[in-house]
């Protein structure tokens, strides 16, 4: 289906009561990463969408944008078929101007789970060793501090630093 043949008339909602093709007009197609060591994102590609990360060869840093305001909003999940051997890094690289202020959990397959927290005063990176699984989730609160949450899944840890 070519993008835009599910976008429905106004007329034709009040009419047909046909909230699944509403839906469908409400949901952005996700993201597909590219497999690269540094990846920067948009605004316009990236936010408010859920963005993909497929499996990797190396490890790769996803940088976020610097918010412009109170709530802006990015997903990521990964689409792996087993645990990955390299790392995923989250940056804001905004060099000790914004920071993240959150908690990711770490559901451990060895037995060992956690809840790793920010800081939220000096923490610019999230790091997930050799994820498995992981649905990762910034909001900004301002233009200098994000939210993040999550779950991520595996053998080895998440870790927030500066």
């Known amino acids: 289906m070519a993008q835009g043949d599910n976008v429905k008339l106004r007329s034709e909602l009040e009419t047909q009561r046909d909230f699944g093709a509403l839906l469908d007009t409400m949901v ?14 948009t605004k316009a ?15 790769c840093t996803i940088t976020l944008p610097a918010p412009a305001a109170a709530g802006e909003y ?20 905004a060099g000790n ?6 908690q990711v959990a770490l559901i451990d ?21 050799d994820p498995g699984y992981f649905d990762i989730n910034f909001l900004s609160k301002s233009t200098t501090e994000w939210y993040v949450w999550g ?12």
């Open 28 to 41: 952005p197609n996700p993201v597909l990463l590219a497999d690269l060591a540094a990846i920067t994102l």
């Open 45 to 59: 590609v990236n936010q408010g969408r859920v963005n993909v990360v497929g499996m990797i060869s190396q490890a």
């Open 74 to 93: 990015y997903r990521f999940v990964s689409a792996f078929t087993a645990e990955e051997a390299d790392n995923v890094l989250f940056s804001t690289g």
């Open 97 to 102: 101007s914004v920071f993240m202020k959150g």
């Open 109 to 129: 397959n060895d037995g060992n789970s956690s809840v790793d927290y920010s800081n939220g005063s000096s923490n610019e990176l999230l790091t997930l060793e």
């Open 151 to 162: 779950t991520t899944a595996g053998a080895d840890s998440a870790a927030f630093a500066d």
